[in-house]
């Protein structure tokens, strides 16, 4: 069975950082991009960043510079550092991991709640 399990999330204030991680399971990880996503209320999920098998990165434009993605493939995790966050970063934030070859395969994790205020 394949889990994504997201966690790190958490209320913050605006310019402080959050660490997201995602541990894979029941999956070959090295066989799979890794991606980030985040869904804001009454907004369309939306790629935050996504790192390749080989560690190729890519990144929103609102995201760059801020945010960091990598992965741990002894690990089997992902990660999102998040710096300077903003208010308009508040969102859950989603795991997800896309077959290198066959693209029909993807899962997703359940979501982490980030929310930035004071």
């Known amino acids: 069975q394949v889990q994504l399990v997201e966690s790190g999330g958490g209320l913050v204030q605006p310019g402080g950082s959050l660490r997201l991680s995602c541990a894979a399971s029941g999956i070959t990880f090295i066989r799979y991009t890794m991606g980030w996503h985040r869904q804001a209320p009454g907004k369309e999920r939306e790629l935050v960043a996504g790192?390749?098998?080989?560690?190729?990165?890519n990144y929103a434009d609102s995201v760059k510079g801020r945010f960091t993605i990598s992965r741990d493939n002894a690990k089997n995790t992902v990660y999102l550092q998040m710096n300077s966050l903003k208010p308009e970063d508040t969102a859950v934030y989603f795991c997800n991991a896309e077959h290198i070859v066959f693209k029909g395969s993807i899962y997703w994790g359940q979501g982490t709640q980030v929310t930035v205020s004071t």
């Open positions: 790192i390749s098998n080989g560690g190729g990165t």
